[in-house]
Structure formats: structure tokens, C-alpha cells
């Protein structure tokens, strides 16, 4: 695939792949003769299925009204599972070579079964993580069910994985999160203007693309962006919470930004969830990943797993605080049960702090945006208001005047 | 020439003008009953004010438009949502308000005010018309009605009725099937009013039930919202003189922030939260600094009690 190197370029590849990513691993496996391994977001190591040689696909939420695979989940059931049970039906996810599951929640676990009965001629296979993250247990019991994966794999391929290979396939995976950790400074810092819309397309390609090429589309990048004067963005300052398994609509990003926000900084799955955290690529890979995947609860808490060590509105507080937040916009997808446990703690440690927050509730069938304008809107003038009184406030005691 | 400011609120169904002279006193005030459909009623209600002030466009030297439609108005410098203005509106009528609710066509919204008169916190009806006055319209025109006469109509209800229906399509259904039953137009209207109230009740949950509590917009006006209202939440409700041009009084009062501001800091149109930039604006509504003189010491916040 030969890319056009501008900024503006690789942020197309990036959006080929990230919008249409069935179509662009079924195009890479045609050109490389590649197995694809479809799996559910959240957890799953794509190390393991890379040194396997295969190339490992996060599967996607599409844009698709769901049709056929209405009558085959309750339409309750957040947008990714409903889509990816309405793509499976459809027969969109036939070019797979398997597809691994893991249980991070009841919807999920829903649409794994209708998927699984939907191709039956597709290798499935389904691992439980241990969903308790600090007993004394949970690092054996994480390197079990990673062990269990990688047999699973070897068996399809018919031959062992060696270490080195998994090794190799660690170190990739970690400068590919590293270069879009990078990517995440510079809009922090300011050092470079991305929207909201590009960092969602860059995480959400590196899901979906093979990650060496991916790596080479961000090292240019990046390499790009450096050489660019940054022009200081002005703005509302807003981080952006929640959404685990599907990325936000693209419109929502761009609507939050065309009212005033410059989005800084995020826990999204499609954003900092993702690529938060490294596996060690010395000693035991297996032992490096339950390592990576319990640390990983630590670095940004995810509210599928329970963690005596990790409090994720605390998480919260401080990651707004360091990313120099105005406020916070909090996206959750109707009806995410884990999202739904923990938004209230979110509300309360807000409200203590007094630190303004947006809840905004998405669907898959959201297609009218103008009802949540007014609300960001608002908001972002709600924000902006008490930002500078708070600002004027700080001042007069800082000068003494009262 | 002598400068003014405007604000207007260009509503679903209503669009509402205020002038303010420098000094922030109001010189006119309008209420056109034509909503956004096209921008006729904002300019009726504008051309209106406008001639009760005794004074031409051009003397307007900064006007802020807030509503449903308040994108649409060419005359408008800048817009702010309702909730900002109504809040600043409510604020200028009734200082110690901590909470707003504001019963509009096509939303209502529950607004919370800090100690500073800012908005803290705010929650609006997400979806559908329920709990808002096109739900009474339609509720009316069902009963056969005419608008203003339903409340007083609907104070005189003496059954517990319920009209469980969010939507008010499903709702006018209801209010068909009540009426068929035999049921009485005052009784069906007690239980329409009953129905709007329930649904504010959830909103205000939503943010917190805060004290004293401001009730703005046209549906204020009604007095079987209001008892409703009054008695689904347990507590008193402020009603202000004229609560339908709390939105335009607040646009226009931030149009006056801004004119005086203009001034010191051009550059209006910029967004960014800057403390030293836009320290001249604190955004307190009872801020003392805009009145201060170019070489006084500038005193921002509410004027210490
Ligand atoms: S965690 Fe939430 S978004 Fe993810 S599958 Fe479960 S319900 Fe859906």
C-alpha cells in the first residue's frame, strides 16, 4: 500500500483502515497471505496472535442500521455488541481465520454466542481473564488463560510459537503504542493542534492495521508534526471519559470540538485505554503478559475488572488534573452495564471536587446530533464562566484585594 | 447617539426581545408568539422593542441571541445557549436563586446556580417533547382547549387522574381515551399538568433539589404548572414578574458584559479560557469590576455583603 507521506495522507490511510477495517484486513490478507484473527476489544493480547503470524483484528462497531441481527440479541444491548452480532449475521465476518472472545461483560457475552452459532465454521475460541485484579492468584490465573490462548493458536497454525517470536512480536506492539503515547503528548502539550477525530483515527487504525506498517505511518507522522509550527489552540479544555468497546462517533467528536473544546486528553478504549501500558520483552512472555494485563487496570482502571488498587474516579480527578482539564465530557453507550455501575461514584467524586462534568449518552442509532449541541454547549459555557471566575477569584487572593 | 443592547430569545414557539440602556436598565421589553419557523416572530418581537424604546437598530451597539433559533438571527453579534442566559436572566430577577426551572417549547431544563449566580449544573429532557410546552399544546388542542384558559381550567381538578405516557403523541391517545370514558376537561387537564410536573421532578432529581427555586419561561405563567409543580417537589416556587423574557433579559445583560468589556479586550470572539486575558470578565453576574474606571483598582465578584 503506498501512502501519501503529508500529514493529511497518512491520516487518510489511517480512516481507510479505521472506518472500513474488514475491508482492509481482507485486503492485507489477500496481499500477504495472512490469517486474520478477529477478537472483542478490551483485553485481548494481539502479541500472542501476531507471532503466530496471523494479524490481529480488534473487531469494530460498524455504521450499519442493524437489520438481521435485531431479533438476535435484546435491542437493549449496547451498540457493539448489537453491531458486531448484526455484522456476524450478515455474514461479514466469514473471512476470518478465528475469532477469540473474552468475557468482559453479560452483552458481551450474549453476542459471543450468536456469533459462535452464526459461523460455525469458524474457529472460535473463548477465554474468561480473571476479572479480580489484586489476589494473590490473579497473575497465575491471567498467565493460565494467556497459556490457554496461545495453545489455541498454536493449534491452528499447527506448529509451537516460540518465545523469541512473541519476543519480537511484544517489542513491535510496544513501539507502536509508544509512538501513539508520543502522539498523545504533543496534543497535550500542545505541540501540535490534533483533533479529536484524528487521535480516535490513529488508535483506532493501530487496531485494525498490521503493526510494523502502522508504526512507519506514525513515525512519519510524527516526524511531520515536529517539523510544523504549532499554532496554540484556544479553547475549552475537555477530557473525554468512558465508551470501552465502540469508538465514539467521529460526529460527536468533531461537535464537541465545533462548539469551543479542544479534547486534550481521554480514557477511552479508542485513546489512552488502549495504549496505555508495555509488556515486559525480556523473561517469559506469558509471564509478561498477565504482568502487562494487570498493570494495565492500574495505569487507567477499567470498570469491567474489580481492583482493591484502582479507584477509577480518583483515576479521573488526577488525569484531568495533570492534562490541565477545564472539564470533563463523559461518553457512555446505552445500556453498558459496567459503565452504568460506576458513573454514579464518577458523579459524586465530581460534584465533592467540584469539577464540571457532561454526561452524554450515545447510541448506535444516533444519527440526529443537535440535541447533544445544546447540552456541550452549554456546558462548555457553563465551563468556561467558572474557569475565569474561579480564575479572577484565585487572583484577588493572590493580590490580597477582597 | 445613545448606545443600548439587546438580547433576544428566539424561541420554538415564542421570540422575546429585550433592550437594556448602559446602565443595564431596561428600556423595552417584547413577546412575539411566532417561534422559529422563520425568523418573522424574532423580528416582530425585535421591531417591537425596538419602538417601545424609542430608538433604531443602529444604536444597538451589542446584541446576543439565545433559543432554539438564536443561530439563525443575522442581528445577533454572538449567541450563548438557553441555559446560560436563562440563568443570568433568573439571577437578575431573583438574586438569591440557587435553582431555575425553565419550561420552554421544545425543551425544559433544570439549571443549578452557585453561590457566584453561575450555573453549576444543569439537566435537560433528552429526547422527546415530554415535560415541555409543546406537550401541553398538543395536550390542549386534544382536550379542545384554547391554551391560556387550561390552567385556570386545569386548577379546578379535584381527581387523582394519571397520564402515564412519556411521548405526547401517546399521551394525547390517553387523553382521548379519558375523555371517551367520560371522563371531565377540567379532570383530564388536572391530570395533563400532573403529567408535566412528574416529568420535572425527574430533571430536578437529576441535578439536585436546590433552594430558593426560580421558575422562568411562558409555562410559568400557567397557574396549574406551577401548583403542580409546587406540589410534586413539596416546595414554593419563585415566579418572577415576567418570567417568559428571562432568556432575553439574560442575553441582553451578557451583551452589556460584553459591550463594557469591548473596550478593555477586542478581542470577544475568542474562546479561550485565559485567566489574565479575560480576567476582566469574571462572568459573576454581580461582578463590581465592569463599573470600575479605567485607572480604579479592579474588584471582581459579587459586591462583599
Ligand atoms: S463493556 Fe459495555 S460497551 Fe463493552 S460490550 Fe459490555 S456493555 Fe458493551
Known sequence: MSVDSSVQGIFAAFEAAAENPLASSRAWKAANGTPVVGSFPMHFPGELAHAAGCLPVILQENHEPITVGHGMIYPFYCGYTRSVVDQACKGDFDFLDAIMFGDHCVQVLGAADVVRAKLPNTRVHFYQLISSMSDPWSHSRARETFAGLKEGLEEMIGRTIDNDAIRASIRLFNRNRQLLRKLYDMRRSGTSPLTARQMQLAVKSSMVMDKAAHSALLERLIERLEATAATRQRGVRVYLSGHFCQAPKLGILDLIESCGGIVVDDDLYHGQRYISTDVDDAGDPLDALAKWYLERNLKVPCPTRVDQNADWETYLLGAMAKSKADGMIVLMAKFCEPHMYYYPEIKEAFEAKDVPHLLIETEHETTALEGIRTRVEAFLEMVKRQTIAKAAAAARLETGVV | ?305
Open chain 2, 1 to 305: 447617539m445613545k448606545p443600548y443592547v439587546m438580547g433576544i430569545d428566539f424561541g420554538s414557539t415564542t421570540s422575546k426581545t429585550v433592550i437594556l440602556d448602559m446602565d443595564g436598565g431596561t428600556v423595552a421589553s417584547a413577546v412575539s408568539h411566532k417561534g422559529s419557523v422563520s425568523d418573522e416572530g424574532a423580528k416582530a418581537s425585535i421591531a417591537e422593542a425596538l419602538a417601545i424604546a424609542g430608538i433604531t437598530q443602529k444604536q444597538v451597539i451589542r446584541a446576543i441571541s439565545t433559543g432554539y433559533g438564536r443561530r439563525m438571527l443575522e442581528v445577533s453579534d454572538k449567541s450563548y445557549t438557553e441555559i446560560t442566559c436563562h440563568a443570568r436572566g433568573a439571577i437578575a430577577m431573583v438574586p438569591e436563586a440557587r435553582m431555575v426551572i425553565d419550561i420552554g417549547g421544545q425543551d425544559s431544563k433544570v439549571i443549578a446556580i452557585d453561590a457566584l449566580g453561575l450555573v453549576s449544573q444543569f439537566a435537560m429532557n433528552d429526547r422527546c417533547a415530554a415535560g415541555t410546552g409543546k406537550f401541553l399544546e398538543a395536550l390542549a388542542r386534544a382536550v379542545g382547549v384554547p391554551l391560556e384558559d387550561m390552567g385556570p381550567m386545569a386548577l379546578r381538578a379535584v381527581e387523582d387522574i394519571t397520564i402515564s405516557s412519556m411521548c405526547a403523541t401517546f399521551a394525547e391517545t390517553e387523553v382521548v381515551a379519558l375523555l371517551a370514558e367520560g371522563k371531565s376537561k377540567t379532570e383530564v387537564l388536572g391530570a395533563v399538568h400532573a403529567a408535566i410536573a412528574a416529568r420535572l421532578v425527574g430533571l430536578v432529581s437529576r441535578v439536585g433539589k436546590r433552594e430558593p427555586l426560580v421558575m422562568t419561561g411562558g409555562v410559568a405563567q400557567n397557574p396549574a404548572a406551577v401548583h403542580h409543580l409546587e406540589k410534586a417537589l413539596g416546595l414554593k416556587l419563585i415566579i418572577p414578574q415576567r418570567p417568559q423574557i428571562a432568556g432575553a433579559l439574560g442575553a441582553a445583560l451578557i451583551a452589556l458584559d460584553e459591550a463594557r468589556e469591548h473596550a478593555a479586550d477586542a478581542a470577544d470572539e475568542d474562546d479561550k479560557v485565559d485567566a489574565s486575558l479575560d480576567a476582566a470578565r469574571c462572568g459573576t453576574p454581580t461582578c463590581t469590576a465592569p463599573q470600575a474606571r479605567v485607572t480604579e483598582q479592579v474588584i471582581h465578584g459579587p459586591r462583599p455583603h
